[in-house]
């Protein structure tokens, strides 16, 4: 009997063992890359004071007769407020002369970025360009001789297979996640150019920007988002893969922008029962909804209730493929539509056009208008808008977010330029009237915020503590 129960506690501890061989060793990978992963931190600086905008000084020579009588009458001025120095997100660097990936959102509204490395230097960084669809940024430090990072195959990534993280999370830089692939091709409800990595590695506010490595050393995305009610992670975090950054990237070094193609079409799935009412075998493609007037769509022949199951020789799986398709198909260029329509398939060609590269023009419209002097219990310093603008955007009401503190709205996904529409279910008209209705949400409930992001409204959930009482 003795020797059978030592015999199997002889097993179980070899399978124990067995088990314990088998989980990763992350080690030699950190300390490989490890060094190619910056810290991004900014500095905001603000002309406001008592939530008016100054005017500055035109750009004219001090030799101008004009200089002194503008600096007579434009000055003093009250010295533009600066913000302390906070850390915003992560990076890594692309390439040994001083190039860094990272999210469009971690850097679009710095006045000034500092990039800081593994080594403890820190560089003044310039924004190369931004692409706030697919939220990815170029920047750009000088320096010369930098560790660079490997990069990898997004479509050689099996679900279930181990990825790691290196980032910034919360400020406490180079700290190092792993977890799994949960998912691959992931659409969001206000994404349209990214299929991303779903992973369940722990990511959380600062990590934006930052690396996803497999198992080979190989950054095969760009860390960018979590979902989260509480703004902390709850086992869902999105990349972006790192084949699409590096097109943006490449456009945004050339061009400074990015040329994305558009056809004029409003889309929307093919359900099983869709697809068996317009007679087809498999709910593949996207279903045309409407046809914008005049458009590319509307030029080359495509009608609604079309559905389109290829483009450019491409299959429209599901309708999500459509916008990133179309999107990274070079506009002016010609190319062949596969529609469903009338029980039958038909061939069409289409010119692409070009979608407006202008998408901050909305918010920089409304730089003028009366500010909050301080954020308010979310961290949000909100702008009133007038009517004028409020014709132009086409809303009868909203508020602009102007600057975002630390806090509960920092780690929910709003973002600058944001307009706020509605607070649970009343209309947003003024801040009085946001931090009156603010002062009566009850801490440990939801509130929800609906936003206006371009051409994308949602709601926004997020929920109060005691903590974030002013």
């Not at 869902?236 to 097109?247: G, W």
């Not at 996904?413 to 009237?433: A, C, H, W």
């Amino acid at each position: 009997m003795l020797q059978l129960a030592i015999f199997f506690l002889f097993l179980s501890s070899a399978v124990v063992f067995a088990q314990v061989k088998e989980l990763p060793d992350f080690t030699g990978l950190v300390d490989k890359y490890s060094a190619a992963v910056v810290n991004i931190s900014a500095v905001q600086t603000s002309n406001a004071v008592n939530g008016q905008m100054l005017p500055e000084l035109p750009g004219i020579p001090e030799n101008s007769p004009f200089y002194e009588f503008f600096k007579k009458h434009m000055q003093p001025f009250p010295a533009p407020r600066r913000s302390e120095p906070r850390s915003l997100g992560s990076g890594f660097i692309i390439s040994s002369d001083g190039y860094i990936l990272t999210n469009a959102h971690v850097v679009e509204t710095a006045d000034e970025i500092t990039v800081k490395l593994n080594d403890k230097r820190e560089f003044a960084a310039e924004v190369i360009g931004t692409d706030r669809k697919t939220d990815i940024a170029l920047i750009k430090i000088n320096a010369t001789d930098l560790p660079i990072v490997a990069q990898g195959n997004p479509e050689n990534l099996k679900v279930g297979e181990w990825v790691v993280a290196i980032g910034s999370p919360f400020g406490f830089e180079h700290s190092v996640t792993a977890g799994i692939v949960s998912a691959k091709g992931r659409s969001l409800a206000q994404e349209n150019y990214v299929p991303f990595i779903q992973t369940d590695v722990a990511i959380n506010p600062g990590n934006s920007g930052g690396p996803l490595f497999n198992m080979k050393g190989e950054v095969v995305g760009i860390n960018s988002q979590i979902y989260s009610r509480t703004g902390g992670f709850m086992g869902l975090s999105f990349a972006i893969p790192i084949n699409v950054a590096t097109e943006i990237a490449d456009q945004l070094k050339v061009n400074g922008k990015v040329n994305r193609g558009r056809i004029g079409v409003m889309i929307q799935e093919v359900t099983k029962e869709l697809a068996e009412s317009f007679g087809l075998s498999e709910n593949n493609g996207a279903l045309v909804v409407t046809v914008e007037k005049g458009g590319p769509a509307d030029k080359a022949g495509i009608k609604a209730r079309d559905i389109i199951l290829k483009f450019d020789e491409k299959d429209v799986a599901i309708s999500a493929d459509l916008p990133r398709i179309v999107g990274n198909t070079k506009p002016g260029s010609t190319v062949p539509v596969y529609v469903w329509r009338d029980g039958s398939f038909k061939t069409l060609e289409i010119k692409v056009g070009e979608t407006s590269t202008d998408e901050g023009a909305d918010s920089r419209r409304l730089k003028q208008n009366k500010k909050s002097d301080t954020s308010n219990r979310l961290g949000l310093v909100l702008s009133e808008i007038t009517a004028e603008q409020k014709k132009q955007l086409e809303i009868t009401n909203g508020l602009l977010v102007e600057d975002i503190q630390p806090g509960i709205a920092s780690r929910s996904g709003i973002r600058l330029g944001d307009i706020i529409l509605g607070f649970n279910s009343k209309d947003v008209e003024s801040i009085s009237q946001f931090n009156e209705l603010l002062s009566q949400a009850k801490s440990g409930k939801n509130i929800a915020l609906l936003i206006k992001r371009g051409e994308i409204t949602t709601f926004i959930t997020m929920k109060l503590t005691d903590d974030d009482k002013k």
